[in-house]
């Protein structure tokens, strides 16, 4: 993936129209984002295996994998394969619901949940690395944009698991 020239902050130069925003916005999110899972692609862990570790992650008490599939927005096929695999990769535990005997519970393995730590503290540790290089103000700008970008994440996340 090649680097853009720097953009300079432009903040104060607003207004700017929604869809010229967005399109900046979308373009550098999926640009720091391709970086924040290298190392999970290293390890041979593809973005999607990355994802479903991630919200079997914020499942403690486990998850059924057809709850899973909507929540990720992927077929039932589709993630009785990412399963196999994942339960193949030690990362996933499959057991039988104990309320429904036909149906079966996920949950992270020690092993998964290690994984996914490890995968996250090495993204951390380079994005740190690359926050210590802003300036203040720099810092503030990105920090006053987390609940903005939180908000919107949460309301594309709603609209998309809220369709069939």
């Not at 970086?35 to 570790?53: D, E, F, M, Q, V």
């Not at 990720?72 to 096929?77: H, L, N, V």
């Not at 944009?145 to 908000?151: E, S, T, V």
Request: with cysteine; hydrophobic share 40%.
């Amino acid at each position: 993936m090649t680097s853009a020239p720097p953009v300079p902050a432009v903040a104060d130069q607003c207004p700017c129209s929604a869809d010229d925003l967005a399109g900046s916005l979308r373009t550098e999110i999926s640009r720091l984002a391709y970086h924040l899972r290298r190392p999970a692609t290293k390890s041979g862990i593809t973005p999607t295996r990355l994802a479903a570790l991630a919200a079997l992650a914020r499942h403690d008490q486990g998850c059924r994998q057809g709850d899973l599939a909507i929540e990720m927005g992927i077929s039932p096929a589709s993630m009785t394969r990412l399963v196999d695999i994942m339960v193949t990769a030690r990362w996933v535990l499959r057991q039988r619901d104990p309320s429904d005997a036909r149906a079966f519970v996920l949950r992270l393995s020690d092993h998964g949940r290690a994984t996914l730590e490890g995968l996250r503290s090495e993204g951390t540790s380079r994005l740190s690395a690359d926050i210590e290089a802003l300036t203040d103000d720099e810092r503030r700008t990105l920090a006053a944009a987390i609940p903005i970008l939180r908000g919107i994440a949460d309301r594309r996340l709603g609209a998309d698991t809220s369709t069939p």
